[in-house]
């Protein structure tokens, strides 16, 4: 059985690999701010992913769509300062790659540059091959996401699992593949059924990482917030809350809004 690790060696794509050829299960958490980052890197958790979810949980957006990439370079150099052992993986965001390859490079180098994050991750299949390519080959590693992909949210017209027909699922394998093909080191498979996401995995030589995709994959990812129970108003099948800090938190600031109240704080012990 695997266990959270205590040791500051960084996480690799080298590393990930071993994981997945050793059977070693992958963990991942969305982060977007240092305090926090610091938190889930010193756990133990392998990957640190700056996810576009910083829209909904950091900014309060419905959607991916109206993060920038400015926006995520505050937010993945925030939690790459924090991060000792986990890999920091970013969110390439809607609009910042889909155009063409050079806008993809050039996005890429970007926050590459101004975040030294470990590794990107964009949205898509074939249909982004070419700008896969291009950060590839300037040495970016590249990981892909398919399955539900939440920038394509207007396509798909809601938030549904993807993947139950033939057609689509024959898709996502054949993109899957060619990911692996063009360099990518891990797959993201969102929301989809998990005999799918079980088929993909056996295919794929590099790990596959599921959100809402069962336990046959290489490895897990959660949001953070939805994982601690702060936003109680997201209740997913696939979610399991491991906290209710919702609850906690309130509480903690209803007893503070209680002691100013009352005079009770500060006390002498904490005045000067
Ligand atoms: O943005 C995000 O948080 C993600 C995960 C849900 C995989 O892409």
Not at 79 to 107: C, H, L, T, W
Not at 201 to 226: E, F, H, M, R, Y
Request: proline residues 3%.
């Amino acid at each position: 059985m695997s266990t959270a690790k205590e040791s500051t060696k960084r996480v690799t794509v080298t590393e990930l690999a071993r994981m997945k050829s050793e059977g070693e299960k992958i963990s991942m958490l969305t982060a977007y701010d240092y305090t926090m980052a610091t938190i889930i890197d010193r756990a133990g958790t392998d990957i640190l992913l700056v996810g576009d979810s910083a829209a909904n949980v950091m900014a309060g957006w419905d959607t991916t769509i109206p993060i920038t990439v400015d926006h995520m370079i505050y937010h993945a150099a925030s939690v790459k300062r924090a991060a000792k052992r986990a890999m920091v993986v970013v969110d390439m965001p809607f609009g910042s790659y889909q155009g063409n390859s050079i806008e993809a490079i050039n996005s890429a180098v970007k926050i590459m540059k101004e975040t030294s994050a470990d590794a990107l991750k964009l949205e898509g299949g074939v249909e982004i091959m070419e700008s896969i390519e291009r950060i590839l080959s300037a040495g970016i590693p590249v990981m892909g996401h398919l399955g539900l992909t939440p920038q394509s949210i207007n396509k798909f017209g809601g938030y549904s699992i993807r993947a139950k027909e033939d057609k689509e699922a024959d898709r996502l394998i054949s993109d899957a593949l060619a990911l692996e093909k063009a360099g990518v080191f891990a797959i993201v498979l969102e929301k989809i059924p998990a005999t799918l996401a079980q088929k993909a995995t056996n295919n794929l030589s590099i790990p596959t990482i599921g959100i809402g995709a069962g336990n046959k994959t290489d490895g897990q990812v959660l949001v953070i917030q939805d994982m601690l129970g702060m936003n109680q108003s997201f209740s997913p099948k696939f979610l399991r809350r491991y906290h209710n800090l919702h609850e906690e938190i309130s509480g903690a600031v209803k007893n503070y809004i209680n002691d100013v109240k009352s005079s009770d704080f500060p006390n002498e012990k904490e005045q000067y």
